[in-house]
T-cell receptor, first 116, second 114 residues
């Protein structure tokens, strides 16, 4: 069975600085997707960035980028130029691309605090 | 394009009662998934429906059941509520036509069982 681990319950970053959130996962599959979701106090899960496992190039979305290390089963999120609005819970998620059920497996989350 | 909506926003029940939570999928989506998110935890997969049929289930007992309707709206029913059922319940809709079958989440229903 696949598992997702986020070992940082909480992180803090100064506004305008850079922070990296860690995620590791375990799977025997070779083809899958990885996601980072943001959950603000409003509770709505918002997709931040996705990575297809077959793509070697790391995904980038504006200030958000990932460091995807397939062999190490590591998928970290880097937030550059942090803004107050980035404060939220961040969840790493795994999804098989071969299973008929497109369920997401989530980590336990990292609470990001942005300091003014 | 209307996003995923859920109702009610929050509710309080007592042990042993039954509850029905509702989800309206994003327009054009034919798949809906339900997740339970306990306080301080990540969401846990309950089950998924595709074209009105259950298409996969997580490690939840049979007292958790669901329905998907022809208009692709969905219900999550929980019987014989237990204290541990207190959580945020999220639904997510998707479509096989979408790249990556990406799931779009609703704002959730906060259930408190007393």
């Amino acid at each position: 069975a696949q598992t997702v681990t986020q070992s940082q319950p909480e992180m803090s970053v100064q506004e305008a600085e850079t922070v990296t959130l860690s995620c590791t996962y375990d799977t025997s599959e070779s083809d899958y997707y990885l996601f980072w979701y943001k959950q603000p106090p409003s509770r709505q899960m918002i997709l931040v960035i996705r990575q297809e496992a077959y793509k070697q190039q790391n995904a980038t979305e504006n200030r958000f980028s990932v460091n995807f290390q397939k062999a190490a089963k590591s998928f970290s999120l880097k937030i550059s130029d942090s803004q107050l609005g980035d404060a939220a819970m961040y969840f790493c998620a795994y999804r098989s691309s071969t299973s008929g059920t497109y369920k997401y497996i989530f980590g336990t989350g990292t609470r990001l605090k942005v300091l003014a | 394009e209307t996003g995923v909506t859920q109702s009610p926003t929050h509710l309080i029940k007592t042990r042993g009662q039954q509850v029905t939570l509702r989800c309206s999928s994003q327009s054009g989506h034919n798949t809906v998934s339900w997740y339970q998110q306990a306080l301080g935890q990540g969401p846990q997969f309950i089950f998924q429906y595709y074209r009105e049929e259950e298409n996969g289930r997580g490690n939840f007992p049979p007292r958790f059941s669901g329905l998907q309707f022809p208009n692709y709206s969905s219900e999550l029913n929980v019987n014989a509520l237990e204290l541990d059922d207190s959580a945020l319940y999220l639904c997510a809709s998707s479509s096989a036509r979408l790249e990556n079958n990406e799931q779009f989440f609703g704002p959730g229903t906060r259930l408190t069982v007393l």
